[in-house]
Protein backbone atom coordinates (compact mmCIF):
# COMPACT_ATOMS: atom_id res chain seq x y z
CA UNK A 1 0.00 0.00 0.00
CA UNK A 2 2.85 2.34 1.00
CA UNK A 3 4.26 2.12 -3.14
CA UNK A 4 0.86 3.64 -4.38
CA UNK A 5 1.33 6.82 -2.65
CA UNK A 6 4.49 7.60 -3.79
CA UNK A 7 2.96 6.85 -7.29
CA UNK A 8 -0.43 9.25 -7.27
CA UNK A 9 -0.04 11.66 -9.41
CA UNK A 10 0.08 15.33 -8.14
CA UNK A 11 0.98 18.92 -9.34
CA UNK A 12 2.77 21.55 -7.94
CA UNK A 13 0.65 24.62 -7.08
CA UNK A 14 3.00 26.19 -10.36
CA UNK A 15 1.25 23.68 -12.65
CA UNK A 16 4.10 21.32 -12.75
CA UNK A 17 3.85 17.60 -12.83
CA UNK A 18 4.74 15.28 -9.39
CA UNK A 19 4.51 12.77 -7.61
CA UNK A 20 5.51 12.45 -3.82
CA UNK A 21 7.80 10.23 -4.82
CA UNK A 22 10.58 12.34 -5.03
CA UNK A 23 10.00 12.49 -1.14
CA UNK A 24 10.68 8.51 -0.61
CA UNK A 25 12.65 7.95 2.42
CA UNK A 26 11.35 10.95 3.67
CA UNK A 27 8.95 11.90 6.80
CA UNK A 28 6.50 13.96 5.22
CA UNK A 29 3.63 15.68 7.08
CA UNK A 30 0.78 16.10 4.53
CA UNK A 31 -1.82 19.41 5.14
CA UNK A 32 -5.00 20.29 3.83
CA UNK A 33 -4.63 24.36 3.76
CA UNK A 34 -7.26 27.59 3.64
CA UNK A 35 -5.87 31.26 3.20
CA UNK A 36 -9.27 32.44 4.60
CA UNK A 37 -9.75 30.20 7.59
CA UNK A 38 -9.64 31.08 11.63
CA UNK A 39 -6.75 28.12 11.29
CA UNK A 40 -4.69 29.80 8.43
CA UNK A 41 -1.53 31.39 11.09
CA UNK A 42 -1.26 27.39 11.34
CA UNK A 43 1.01 28.34 8.22
CA UNK A 44 3.67 30.18 10.64
CA UNK A 45 3.96 27.12 12.65
CA UNK A 46 4.37 24.97 9.69
CA UNK A 47 6.85 27.18 8.25
CA UNK A 48 8.78 26.37 11.72
CA UNK A 49 8.31 22.49 11.54
CA UNK A 50 10.04 22.99 7.91
CA UNK A 51 12.78 25.17 9.34
CA UNK A 52 13.10 23.02 12.63
CA UNK A 53 13.03 19.69 10.92
CA UNK A 54 13.74 19.95 6.95
CA UNK A 55 17.17 19.24 7.38
CA UNK A 56 16.67 15.60 9.60
CA UNK A 57 14.40 14.80 6.87
CA UNK A 58 11.15 16.25 7.22
CA UNK A 59 8.86 17.24 4.35
CA UNK A 60 6.48 19.20 5.04
CA UNK A 61 3.58 19.87 1.80
CA UNK A 62 0.78 21.85 1.89
CA UNK A 63 -2.52 21.07 -0.20
CA UNK A 64 -4.73 23.93 -0.58
CA UNK A 65 -8.27 22.87 -0.01
CA UNK A 66 -11.99 24.80 -0.95
CA UNK A 67 -13.86 22.18 0.53
CA UNK A 68 -14.51 24.09 4.14
CA UNK A 69 -16.70 27.03 4.38
CA UNK A 70 -14.90 28.35 0.75
CA UNK A 71 -12.07 29.29 2.71
CA UNK A 72 -9.57 28.75 0.03
CA UNK A 73 -11.22 30.64 -3.27
CA UNK A 74 -8.57 32.06 -4.88
CA UNK A 75 -6.28 30.57 -7.77
CA UNK A 76 -3.15 28.39 -7.34
CA UNK A 77 -1.38 32.04 -8.25
CA UNK A 78 -2.53 33.88 -5.88
CA UNK A 79 -2.50 31.12 -3.12
CA UNK A 80 1.16 30.77 -4.09
CA UNK A 81 1.59 34.89 -3.22
CA UNK A 82 -0.19 34.16 0.25
CA UNK A 83 1.22 31.49 1.64
CA UNK A 84 5.13 33.41 0.25
CA UNK A 85 3.95 37.02 1.07
CA UNK A 86 1.90 36.48 4.08
CA UNK A 87 4.06 33.48 6.22
CA UNK A 88 7.31 32.90 3.99
CA UNK A 89 6.10 29.59 3.14
CA UNK A 90 9.11 28.07 1.69
CA UNK A 91 8.18 24.40 1.98
CA UNK A 92 6.23 22.59 -1.09
CA UNK A 93 2.74 23.24 -1.99
CA UNK A 94 0.36 21.67 -4.73
CA UNK A 95 -2.43 22.45 -6.60
CA UNK A 96 -5.95 23.48 -4.53
CA UNK A 97 -7.38 19.76 -4.84
CA UNK A 98 -10.86 18.39 -2.73
CA UNK A 99 -10.43 16.48 0.10
CA UNK A 100 -13.48 15.31 0.16
CA UNK A 101 -16.75 14.95 -1.19
CA UNK A 102 -17.33 12.75 -4.93
CA UNK A 103 -14.29 15.29 -6.34
CA UNK A 104 -11.96 14.06 -3.74
CA UNK A 105 -8.29 13.83 -5.05
CA UNK A 106 -7.22 10.09 -5.01
CA UNK A 107 -4.32 11.43 -2.48
CA UNK A 108 -6.94 12.08 0.16
CA UNK A 109 -8.63 8.60 -0.85
CA UNK A 110 -5.74 6.88 -0.38
CA UNK A 111 -4.83 8.68 3.04
CA UNK A 112 -8.42 8.22 4.80
CA UNK A 113 -8.03 4.43 3.54
CA UNK A 114 -5.00 4.37 5.12
CA UNK A 115 -5.84 5.91 8.71
CA UNK A 116 -9.26 6.45 8.89
CA UNK A 117 -9.30 7.95 11.87
CA UNK A 118 -7.61 11.27 13.42
CA UNK A 119 -6.03 11.82 17.00
CA UNK A 120 -7.70 14.87 18.74
CA UNK A 121 -6.18 16.91 21.84
CA UNK A 122 -7.40 15.72 24.67
CA UNK A 123 -10.39 17.95 25.58
CA UNK A 124 -11.12 19.27 22.33
CA UNK A 125 -13.79 20.51 21.30
CA UNK A 126 -13.44 20.94 17.83
CA UNK A 127 -16.31 18.96 16.83
CA UNK A 128 -18.89 20.56 19.08
CA UNK A 129 -17.52 24.38 17.83
CA UNK A 130 -18.40 23.44 13.98
CA UNK A 131 -21.72 22.28 15.22
CA UNK A 132 -22.30 25.44 16.87
CA UNK A 133 -21.51 27.51 13.97
CA UNK A 134 -23.80 24.66 12.24
CA UNK A 135 -21.58 22.78 10.38
CA UNK A 136 -22.26 19.14 10.59
CA UNK A 137 -19.19 17.17 10.66
CA UNK A 138 -18.85 14.04 8.33
CA UNK A 139 -17.85 10.67 9.21
CA UNK A 140 -15.09 9.88 11.74
CA UNK A 141 -12.66 8.61 8.73
CA UNK A 142 -13.38 12.15 6.56
CA UNK A 143 -10.91 15.02 6.77
CA UNK A 144 -13.02 17.20 9.40
CA UNK A 145 -11.74 20.42 8.21
CA UNK A 146 -9.21 23.07 7.28
CA UNK A 147 -5.75 22.17 8.56
CA UNK A 148 -6.00 18.71 8.88
CA UNK A 149 -2.41 16.51 9.05
CA UNK A 150 -0.95 13.46 7.93
CA UNK A 151 2.39 11.79 8.74
CA UNK A 152 3.82 9.45 7.15
CA UNK A 153 7.18 7.81 7.69
CA UNK A 154 10.23 6.84 5.94
CA UNK A 155 8.58 3.64 4.50
CA UNK A 156 5.45 5.57 2.92
CA UNK A 157 3.06 4.14 5.67
CA UNK A 158 0.58 6.79 7.60
CA UNK A 159 2.04 6.98 11.01
CA UNK A 160 -0.17 9.20 12.45
CA UNK A 161 -3.21 11.52 11.47
CA UNK A 162 -3.64 14.59 13.46
CA UNK A 163 -7.23 16.84 14.10
CA UNK A 164 -6.94 20.38 12.42
CA UNK A 165 -6.67 21.87 15.85
CA UNK A 166 -3.43 19.84 16.78
CA UNK A 167 -1.26 23.15 16.08
CA UNK A 168 1.98 22.45 14.31
CA UNK A 169 3.91 23.48 17.82
CA UNK A 170 1.42 21.00 20.07
CA UNK A 171 3.95 18.27 21.78
CA UNK A 172 1.05 15.58 20.03
CA UNK A 173 2.56 16.50 16.71
CA UNK A 174 6.18 17.06 17.67
CA UNK A 175 6.38 13.94 19.22
CA UNK A 176 5.21 11.81 16.57
CA UNK A 177 7.45 13.72 13.84
CA UNK A 178 10.75 13.20 16.35
CA UNK A 179 9.60 9.26 16.58
CA UNK A 180 9.16 9.41 12.92
CA UNK A 181 12.86 11.14 12.10
CA UNK A 182 14.20 8.73 14.56
CA UNK A 183 13.26 5.81 13.06
CA UNK A 184 16.17 6.63 10.00
Known sequence: MAHALYDIPLRRIDGTAATLGEYRGKVLLLVNVASACGLTPQYEGLEKLHEQYGATGLVIAGFPAN????QEPGSNSEIAAFCTGRFGVQFP??????????????????????FPRATEKPGSRFRAQLADYGITPGEPSEVLWNFEKFLIGRTG???????????????????AIRRELARG
Do not use: C, T
Not at 100 to 111: D, E, V
Open 67 to 70: DFGA
Open 93 to 114: MFEKISVKGSSQHPLYRWLQAA
Open 157 to 175: EVAARFAPDVAPDDPLLGE
